[in-house]
């Protein structure tokens, strides 16, 4: 996820944010007021934003000062200008007890407000660090209107106050919300990584003038959604005001892709990611302690496995204990952009043209990539995918309406590929989903259950196809050591063993495999039940199949029959289905169509495209010639990782064909 958030409790405001977070995450001096030390650090003032300012008589794009930061987070929710209330209080010869109360907003409490870290996608905020300074303000313009239209979505759809015993009520805020915003240019590790802190306040005011405390758990609920509203928008904005387009990228085998702008080279972004590899390091010295660890009595601690949710919080744990110092020494941005690429063109193995000229290499991938995708977005498809892919991934196939929310978010960036979409068409596919593939399940025993966020539902139909996911058929050795050397290149490849198939190699650590390669062919096998069974009911009229899965999974070639006119919104006949052909799929990834190369001409765009319609005439031709038995498997998506992103150099685990290449 591109955002994070975490509470913020009293004693942290002084600790920690006041110190280091409002100063750039570096060591504030001393007796150094805070403005002064923004400008020591290099970093701009704080900002307030939200709906909620008024009431408390800010204003949108103000300075944030140290002592309201002080009053309202610092000190258990207090009015920012609590020691001027305060003061004018005793003044009018108030009691102190009576001035004190004046300056309060509700309650005191000790959670007083979370922090959301918002941050782009790596090849974006690459584009920020090398681009010329338009590209940088564009950049910086895009991701602020992100974040205050995801701070607009929060106010609107997802805060509430809690009121009543055992917070039983909750209602809306009818003012909104407030927040300070602080902009960070780089990570711990000195790397480029643009990011802005949101300080939200959890005090709201409420209809009757009263204050409450906003529901936390609400907001954590729906941090996943945030994440994909944040990164649709600030891709779209960015791709149409400087001619760029996204694509899929695989980082982690077995999970989702990420959009990454399209012509951005995988070095550069392997670059940045220092810490993921000094995570992934310990993380697997992490995971061999936790498959091997033993009680007194020489029993395993734990699962002969490491399942996805242990999987995580190792990973936590590794990133604390991989977390470096703060930064000594402060430079301003433009030292540190000059810095940067001269490390760059030093250390990352990318030419220094390249790099001089990323945006025009991005631009021209985005024209490639734009001649060959056309983002159709069908709804029911969409809604098809993104109930199948909820419904697989969440434990026990129940989930919420944020759940489907973020998925369907997820799936138009997918399609979209940098476009701006309309507003509300993520609402749509969740509306069709819900309506057409889910059943509300809901036993409701409270007032909370009635809510609809709160429905909670699982899918219509059934998976009886869908294989069971693998286990590892031995425990591990206990005596089996990883490999001394991290940068030990793998042994090869066995010849005529399966890379799909899931199996525990003599030096690999054992995992349940993820869950995203069942959500996508889940996906394709309740695509291929409705188009067979209620075409007529689910569709009306035909499906443009081809061009909204070309729009999403530009990796795959599908090469489906020949559209007959006289049939259009008929069922398919029995024994005929969608072919994945892979001829073309090879010649895809010979003829590098991800852009990787950046010398993809109009030529070169013209022969693959000839390739691929030869390949896929072929493939129609053979699947009337040899048509499949009616008892035959749905046919399922191939995973190809030929857009493969960033994959952290890891110790002691290597995963399909390619990897030692």
């Not at 301003?332 to 790099?355: C, E, M, Y």
Request: charged fraction near 30%; hydrophobic fraction near 40%.
């Amino acid at each position: 996820m591109t955002v994070d958030i975490r509470v913020i409790r009293a004693g942290q405001m002084y600790r920690y944010y006041l110190r280091q977070t409002v100063v750039g995450d570096g060591r504030r001096p001393a007796r150094t007021p805070l403005r002064a030390a923004q400008e020591q650090a290099g970093v701009p003032a704080g900002r307030w934003m939200g709906r909620g300012l008024a009431v408390l008589g800010l204003a949108p794009g103000e300075d944030v000062t140290e002592a309201q930061l002080r009053n309202l987070f610092g000190e258990r929710g207090r009015h920012p200008y609590a020691d001027r209330i305060e003061a004018d209080g005793l003044a009018a010869g108030d009691p102190p007890e009576k001035a004190f109360r004046a300056g309060a907003l509700g309650r005191r409490v000790t959670v007083t407000g979370v922090d959301f870290v918002f941050r782009p996608q790596p090849s974006i905020y690459l584009l920020w660090a090398f681009g010329d300074e338009e590209t940088r303000l564009v950049i910086e313009a895009a991701h602020e209107r992100a974040i205050v239209r995801v701070l607009e979505w929060i106010e609107d759809e997802v805060a509430v106050i809690r009121y009543g015993t055992d917070g039983i009520y909750r209602v809306r805020l009818p003012g909104g919300l407030v927040a300070a915003r602080f902009r960070h240019y780089e990570a711990r590790s000195g790397m480029p990584l643009l990011h802005d802190h949101v300080l939200l306040s959890v005090k709201g005011q409420r209809l009757d003038g009263k204050w409450g405390s906003i529901h936390t758990t609400a907001l954590y609920e729906n941090t996943v959604a945030a994440s994909a509203l944040y990164n649709e928008l600030v891709a779209a904005e960015v791709c149409e005001e400087l001619g760029l387009a996204t694509e899929p990228r695989t980082v982690t085998p077995g999970r989702r892709p990420v959009m990454e702008i399209a012509g951005v080279p995988h070095e550069l972004i392997r670059w940045t990611a220092r810490r993921s590899n000094q995570i992934a390091a310990c993380l697997a010295e992490l995971e061999h302690e936790y498959v091997t660890a033993v009680d007194d009595n020489g029993d395993p601690k734990f699962l002969p496995v490491v399942s996805e949710r242990a999987r995580a919080k190792l990973e936590r744990i590794a990133a604390r204990k991989t977390r470096p110092p703060k930064k000594e020494k402060a430079r301003s941005l433009a030292q540190l952009r000059a810095d940067w690429k001269q490390s760059a063109i030093r250390t990352s193995g990318v030419p220094a043209d390249v790099i001089s000229s990323l945006l025009e290499y991005a631009r021209a991938a985005a024209a490639a990539i734009r001649a060959r995708v056309t983002a159709v977005v069908d709804v029911a498809l969409a809604a098809v995918d993104v109930a199948a892919t909820v419904f697989v991934m969440n434990q026990g196939g129940r989930f919420h309406r944020r759940h489907l929310l973020a998925e369907a978010r997820r799936h138009l960036a997918l399609v979209q590929r940098g476009r701006r979409r309309d507003l509300g068409l993520d609402d749509q596919v969740v509306a069709a989903a819900i309506s057409a593939h889910c059943l509300d399940i809901s036993e409701p025993k409270t007032v909370r259950g009635l809510e609809a966020g709160y429905r909670l539902y699982t899918a219509r139909w059934n998976l009886p196809d869908l294989p069971a996911r693998r286990r590892p058929t031995s425990a591990p050795d206990p005596d089996r050591q990883p490999p001394a050397d991290p940068g030990e290149p793998p042994a090869p490849q066995p010849p005529g063993q399966d890379a799909g198939e899931w199996e525990i190699r003599e030096w690999e650590i054992p995992r349940i495999p993820l869950q995203y390669e069942r959500a996508v062919l889940a996906g394709a096998v309740v695509r291929e039940q409705l188009r067979t069974t209620t075409a007529s009911a689910v569709r009306g009229r035909a499906y443009d199949v081809v061009a909204h899965q070309q729009a999403a999974m530009p990796e795959r070639l599908l090469a489906p029959e020949p559209a007959d006119p006289g049939h259009d919104g008929q069922e398919q006949e029995p024994g005929r289905s969608e072919v994945l052909d892979l001829t073309a799929l090879r010649a895809l990834r010979q003829s590098r169509t991800d852009v990787e190369a950046l010398d993809f001409t109009a030529e070169q765009l013209r022969r693959a495209t000839e390739v691929f319609t030869k390949a896929g005439d072929e493939s129609a031709a053979r699947t009337r010639r040899y048509p499949a038995p009616q008892d035959a498997p749905a046919p399922h998506p191939v995973r190809e990782d030929d857009q493969r992103a960033h994959h952290p150099q890891q110790a002691n685990r290597r995963r399909g064909p390619e990897a030692g290449r």
